[in-house]
């Protein structure tokens, strides 16, 4: 009824290598590395980072170099450490911006190279950044400049004089009448 030594070891080592395979599997879709990768840290000042998060990646030229570590607050922007991979050359003109990938993607930060020639070194800080877009400041701004009157709907606004029925002021509008149909009144005889 109960199974030999050698059976119990057969399948002590199948529950190993199986555990070990399932370790391996989480960790690479997880994007955990199991060694640490040797590069170098960089930070980032932005007036808004919204949407980017720890784990993001850090292209540059559309490759990902990196990825970010963290984000926090300091000095009244937000802060952002970013791993980059050994061998990738940031100079010190280099410009910093938080993109999409697509409409609403994922955020990440994109480094556009600049024409120094000095190198960042671990720990050094990318001086030019661009902060993120945020569709839901960009349509309330919309919405403050249509309310406030700035996008129609004022006293003399195109869509008011359009709308109303005659031009009772005397001025002319630059608008004429319809093709076909004469300005003068009908009673008017043409003289010869």
Do not use: W
């Amino acid at each position: 009824m109960y199974a030999s030594r050698t059976t119990q070891f057969i399948v002590g080592i199948f529950a190993i290598v199986g555990i070990v395979a399932l370790v391996i599997l989480a960790l690479s879709l997880g994007k955990i590395p199991i060694l640490p990768q040797p590069g170098y840290v960089l930070y980032a000042d932005f007036d808004n980072s919204s949407g980017l998060k720890p784990g993001d990646a850090v292209d540059i030229a559309g490759v990902q170099v990196g990825k970010v570590l963290s984000i926090r607050y300091k000095d009244f922007r937000s802060h952002v450490a970013m791993f980059v991979d050994q061998g990738v050359e940031v100079d010190k003109d280099a410009i910093a911006g938080i993109k999409t990938e697509g409409l609403l993607g994922n955020r990440y930060v994109s480094i556009a190279l600049g024409p120094s020639d000095k190198m960042l070194t671990d720990h050094d800080t990318i001086r030019q950044t661009e902060s993120s877009f945020v569709l839901e400041d960009a349509i309330g701004q919309l919405i403050n400049n249509i309310g406030s009157g700035g996008g129609g709907g004022g006293k003399d606004s195109p869509a008011e004089k359009a709308s109303s029925p005659c031009n009772c002021s005397g001025q002319s509008d630059g608008i004429g009448p319809p093709p076909g149909v004469s300005d003068k009144p009908a009673n008017q005889k043409k003289s010869k």
